[in-house]
């Protein structure tokens, strides 16, 4: 693999030195877990955001709706927001 430079803020650089010293692990090590550890994430909050949107249009499609300031009526009255 080649060497590639990525410039990096100081302070960034000095918590994930500290990140690599508290897992024992040498700097490129502790960057690539934790790089790998939030594209898995994003991954699958992107994966859960397109399922929320497919549900939602699905209620939309099956008359499973109902208008917004009726909601909002009913979600202010039950949170004892004033409106």
């Given amino acids: ?3 590639t430079s990525l410039p990096l803020k100081p302070e960034r ?3 994930l030195e500290e990140l690599a010293r508290r897992r024992g ?3 490129v090590d502790a960057l690539d877990d934790a790089l790998a550890d939030y594209l898995e994430w ?3 909050d992107y994966q859960e ?3 929320a949107l497919r549900h939602g249009l699905e209620d939309v499609k099956a ?3 109902r208008p917004a300031d009726q909601f909002l009526d009913e979600f202010a009255r039950e949170h004892g927001i004033p409106h």
Avoid: D, I, S
Wanted: aromatic residues 0%.
């Fill in 1 to 3: 693999m080649p060497n």
């Fill in 13 to 15: 650089l000095a918590q």
């Fill in 25 to 27: 692990k040498t700097t």
């Fill in 42 to 44: 994003e991954r699958q």
């Fill in 49 to 51: 955001a397109v399922e």
């Fill in 63 to 65: 008359g499973r709706t």
